[in-house]
């Protein structure tokens, strides 16, 4: 009850009004209280409150009662928001992996070509066309402006091609790749290049990877012990140097005097010392370079190794020392004009035996 309305009416106002209120009651605060009017009420004081959603419930009564609250209702269900696959595919397509949509993205932003204002700034360039299933490239190529972006266009029928260049193998590469989902990558090897320096560049592309070198181009991949053959100076005996070319095999193979002497086929007129035909000199010769260089003293028939003494007819061996004055002389230097071409024959006369003037070819 409030302590105001205890009171008679002429206390009111009055300094001490309110010493007199029971323990347990709020304390005056000093401020007249108005009356309540005797035939009206306090109105409730009215409580904030939020209406909270009924859930659903999993097994609904059989017989449902009427909602008098249209509000009261179960919650709004809104339907699930498509979710795009990472690569923009619709929802209902399957989602690839990880790395084939970033072949897929990388791709697609290939064979749209180059941004605008990079071409000029590539000039000639080297690139290469990657297999995106094992990462090895299977085409390089040189061009301007956009041609590494035509093969794709090509065989994604996005350009005009000939039926010649839809058969192209490397456009059947690209074609066997993407039906697999995997989209071909685009490198740029080498940019910035001058044309002379652009063929260098896909030549040497070409033979590190193995790939056939581009037409009116001829690889230059050999191994070092050929390009040392091909480099090398060439012999040019003299006419007075009558010598007989002893191929004793490749590049590697054994020529101690022990082992190359043996078991030639020379025929039996120039095996004659006294013959002025016959070779003076015997020039071992491994591969196409000249590994030795020994005075011929003589010729005996051969043994062939395990055959007991059993010798073979016009097979023979010379003996004699090494000469250090011609081998200074033709030692290293390269005997393949002497050889000519194709298989090179075990033996060959320079400047004696069956021609008496045999100069290189």
Not at 208 to 233: C, N
Not at 263 to 270: E, P, Q, Y
Request: proline share 11%.
């Amino acid at each position: 009850m409030d302590p105001a309305e205890a009171l008679p009416a002429d206390l009111l106002g009055q300094p001490d009004v309110g010493k007199g209120v029971p323990v347990g009651e709020p304390p005056s605060i000093g401020v007249p209280a108005i009356p309540a009017s005797p035939d009206r009420t306090r109105p409730p004081v009215t409580v904030p409150s939020a209406v909270v959603p009924q859930t659903i419930d999993p097994e609904p009564d059989p017989e449902p009662h009427p909602d008098p609250d249209p509000m009261v209702r179960s919650p709004l269900q809104l339907a699930p928001l498509p979710v795009a696959g990472p690569d923009g595919s619709a929802p209902d397509e399957p989602v690839a992996d990880a790395k084939v949509v970033s072949d897929k993205l990388t791709a697609i932003d290939e064979v749209t070509g180059f941004a605008e204002g990079v071409s000029s700034k590539l000039r000639n360039y080297v690139y290469l066309l990657v297999d995106p299933r094992t990462g090895r490239a299977f085409y390089a190529g040189r061009g301007r402006g956009d041609r590494c972006f035509h093969h794709l266009r090509a065989a994604r029928g996005t350009a005009p091609a000939t039926d010649d260049q839809r058969t192209f193998p490397v456009v059947e590469r690209i074609n066997e790749i993407e039906s697999t989902g995997r989209l071909v990558r685009i490198d740029i090897l080498r940019h910035g290049l001058g044309a002379a320096e652009a063929d260098l560049v896909e030549a040497a592309a070409n033979d590190a990877l193995g790939l056939p070198v581009a037409p009116g181009s001829t690889s230059q991949r050999r191994s070092a012990t050929e390009v040392s053959s091909l480099l090398a100076k060439r012999a040019k005996f003299k006419r007075l140097h009558q010598v007989v070319l002893l191929r004793v095999g490749g590049t590697g193979a054994d020529t101690s005097y022990e082992v190359a002497r043996h078991n030639w086929r020379i025929g039996r007129r120039w095996i004659d010392l006294d013959s002025p035909r016959s070779p003076q000199w015997a020039v071992i010769v491994a591969g196409d370079l000249v590994a030795g260089v020994h005075r011929i003293d003589g010729w005996a028939l051969s043994e062939q190794a395990g055959s007991g003494s059993r010798r073979t007819a016009d097979r023979f061996s010379f003996t004699g020392p090494a000469d250090p004055d011609l081998e200074e002389r033709y030692q290293g230097r390269s005997v393949a004009a002497y050889l000519g071409e194709g298989a090179p024959s075990p033996v060959t006369y320079v400047w004696c035996g069956p021609h008496w003037v045999n100069n290189p070819r």
